[in-house]
């Protein structure tokens, strides 16, 4: 049996132990917290996420986000925004909102989002190749929409010239 206290927090994560978690928290290197907190989300252990999330004091956490996402957890990607970069790997926490047509996700993930290096990754994915209807959805329109709307406001902005918006 190992005394390793990662290993053991690991595996306290894994059976959502509590008082296992608490105990063993303190003993952990602080290299190691990106790597339980991953852990903690995969296991969808959200007590265990809040606990190492406070612990962090990283913006390196960016593929327990990813996970997060990719479960539809908004209540993690809550907590994890704070200590993620949301534009890491060409907005991929956006794009996968979008490919999960997951409305209130995406909602949440725009306003830190680069929304067109999202769109522009999401022209190029794979998925739309394949499935060209998906272009179609309700999100990825949506999101065409915010991008031409928010570089014609660019455009209209450096020229000194408003004009109503007129609701589409």
Do not use: W
Not at 103 to 118: G, I, N, Q, R, T
């Amino acid at each position: 049996m190992t005394s390793d206290p990662y290993t053991l927090l690991d595996r306290a994560i894994s059976q959502k132990n509590d008082e296992e978690v608490i105990r063993l928290l303190d003993l952990v290197e602080d290299d190691d917290i990106p790597f339980l907190l991953f852990s903690a989300v995969v296991n969808r252990y959200t007590y265990a996420v809040k606990l190492l999330a406070a612990k962090s004091g990283t913006t390196q956490n960016n593929h327990s986000l990813g996970a997060a996402v990719a479960q539809k957890n908004i209540e993690v990607v809550k907590l994890l925004l704070p200590i993620s970069d949301v534009q890491y790997n060409n907005n991929g926490c956006l794009q996968q909102a979008v490919l999960n047509q997951d409305a209130e996700m995406f909602e949440l993930l725009y306003p830190h989002s680069d929304a067109k290096v999202a769109l522009r990754e999401l022209e190029q994915c794979a998925q739309f190749e394949e499935q060209p209807g998906r272009k179609n959805e309700p999100l990825f329109v949506e999101l065409g929409n915010r991008v031409l709307r928010s570089t014609l406001d660019t455009h209209v902005a450096h020229r000194g010239v408003e004009f109503p918006r007129k609701k589409i």
